[in-house]
């Protein structure tokens, strides 16, 4: 018998069939359209993000100076944590020469450039990645300039977006909830290392798989063995294929920490976990956090 409902469920089969065929073999509408997506997603997500993880970057971003690179800076809300960033008093953040801001995602850039004007940077755009956009203007010529890049570290070493490495070394550089995002994490911390100057440090924060291994955590729910945790690791592992479709290609299930803490290059490497229990997001996503200083 004819049923409407059962028209419409194929019609919605086919329309979807066709949407991913096209996406696969049209791989820069369908970046376009990731971004897009998350951009709308990220607008009301980031403001609850930055505030979880507050209390963990503050400590450390209020040491940051000299010339910094940051990989993946979204909406910047994170800059407001920089020494008297947004001021009153001070007009501009206070020991920073100059500030590379790398974020792939141009629906994000007014934000990003918004957010670091209230900081106190004066705002430009790298004119190679990002030919149509136009620089901000200000009148306190004192200002250290924060400089948008629409490139990655994905493809280093072989390519490293021109005005990154050009500006090199740095004395900070400054992953936070990104490398979960990244096509390559390995990449982009060798090519961090790499463009850090000798006892330049690395500052991370960046949500993990669980882990068995001995962390530091504060939550004795999450024991190294407990089924709680096995149960968790798994959930990770399973819903990854369709959690990053819709998040950017966000990983729940990388030993991010581990990475770093093994890779070498490093004379000191600082890292902590937390295990938090406050709602399934928070299970979803254990955080690890440290500084490493370059050999």
Known sequence: MFSWKH??????????????????????????????VFSKL???????????IEEFRKPMWSQVHGK??????????AL?????????????????????AVEPNAFLHPRLAQTASTAGFAVKYDPETCPDAASTSSANKDLPELTIVNGTLDQAPAHI?????????YDYAIVSMVLCSVDNVRANLHAIQELLAPGGKLIFIEHVR????????????????SL??????????VITPVWKAGTGNCHLNRDTGRLIREMGGWSKVDIQTHRGSDGIIEKLTPLVYGIAVKE
């Open 210 to 225: 669980h882990t068995d291994s001995s962390d530091a955590t504060v939550n004795p729910q999450y024991t190294p063995g």
């Open 228 to 237: 709680n945790l096995q149960l968790w690791k798994t959930v990770q592992s």
């Open 68 to 77: 910094v690179l940051e990989i993946g800076v979204g909406h910047g809300e």
């Open 42 to 52: 990220w607008s009301h997500m980031s403001q609850v993000n930055a505030q979880r």
């Open 7 to 36: 028209l419409a469920l194929g019609v919605l089969a086919v329309v979807t069939g066709w949407t991913f065929h096209y996406l696969r073999t049209h791989p820069a509408e369908s970046k376009g359209l990731q971004d897009w």
């Open 80 to 100: 407001m944590l920089l020494p008297h960033a947004g001021s009153q008093s001070q007009h501009k953040v206070q020991g920073i020469s100059s500030y590379v």
């Open 161 to 169: 977006p021109g005005f990154i490495r050009n500006h090199g070394p």
